[in-house]
């Protein structure tokens, strides 16, 4: 039996502190969440209004109806899915290889090659620079121009090699070299198969990046068949902000207009809660392998 220890009177005034601290903070995140997910189900009249706080009011699905019929939002979804798939597969065979490259003591010239890495976070060449180079090698309003410019971030290399560092026995790397592995079949059978909690967090890191990624294809794409889903919600974004500032029209024209600014409101919350549903879902399946890969790094030093 464990032993009960006792708590003073100033334990439990903390305590109590800490259960206020965490309850408050609960209700921050919850709210907004709480708030698209009635918005997404309320009259759009209640919602622009403000009557619409919290919980729904006057429910209606009419918003989920006109985002299942709309094709473009599912052509978006769909790019969306590709685009994030490819992407992180893309990034992760970058990372991966270069982060255990620099880990590696005997890897010839890793301080020149980490300090160049570090030099392109301070020092870019910037958007215009970046556009010409990406319209050269023929990726204007193509699948690649969306994956490849942002094919390695340095940050998460800089992550990853700490990881390789800190976690993997330097010891095992040896006894494999000793008993004739090449380099390439100790990454692949010894290395990658210790490596999934750091593999799970930049595919977390990456996908997340991706699926929330927009800009890319604001500057890159024209071709609305390529359009991923976060630029399509944009757009329903600046239609709704279109509609609310013309103040120069009347009649049947003004009536039909401030129609679109309703349905406009009601797609955009609908649309919020299916673009965030995927990484929902995923989350908890990565949760136990992005808390050990964050922290390993800090607890082995």
């Known amino acids: 039996m464990g032993s009960h220890i006792p708590q003073t009177r100033t334990d439990k005034l903390f305590n109590v502190f800490v259960y206020i601290c965490i309850t408050f903070a609960l209700l921050i995140v919850l709210y907004p969440l709480i708030y698209i997910i009635s918005a997404s189900i309320s009259n759009p009249s209640y919602v622009n209004s403000g ?17 299942f019929d709309n094709k473009e939002i599912w052509q978006g979804y769909l790019m969306t899915f590709f685009y994030t798939g490819l992407g992180t597969l893309i990034n992760l065979i970058v990372t991966i290889p270069a982060a255990y490259a620099l880990s590696r003591k005997d890897f010839f ?35 690649w121009a969306m994956v490849l410019p942002n094919a390695a971030a340095v940050w998460n290399i800089i992550i990853s090699r ?45 996908g997340v990046g ?10 890159y794409l024209s071709d609305r068949k390529l359009y991923p889903l976060q630029l399509v919600l944009r757009e329903i974004l600046v239609l709704q902000d279109m509609s609310s500032n013309n103040t120069n ?53």
């Open 249 to 301: 029209i009347t009649g049947e024209m003004a009536q039909l207009m401030h129609s679109k600014q309703q349905l406009a409101a009601i797609i955009k919350y609908g649309v919020m809660i299916v673009s965030t549903l995927p990484v929902i879902i995923v989350y908890p399946f990565l949760q136990r392998y992005f808390v050990k890969g964050v922290m390993i790094g800090s607890l082995k030093g």
């Open 109 to 143: 010239g890793r301080g020149i090659f980490t300090g160049m890495f570090i030099l392109t976070m301070f020092f870019s060449g910037g958007l215009i620079p970046t556009y010409l180079v990406v319209k050269n090698l023929g990726m204007i309003n193509t699948v």
């Open 210 to 219: 991706h699926w929330n990624g927009y800009f890319n294809a604001l500057i």
């Open 51 to 67: 009557k619409m706080w919290l919980f729904p009011k006057d429910i209606t699905l009419e918003g989920y109806k006109l985002i």
């Open 162 to 206: 700490v990881f390789f560092q800190s976690t993997i026995p330097k010891g095992l790397e040896e006894a494999a070299i000793i008993d004739g592995a090449s380099n390439l079949k100790l990454f692949t059978k010894i290395i990658l198969p210790l490596s999934a909690p750091i593999i799970a967090v930049m595919a977390l890191f990456y």
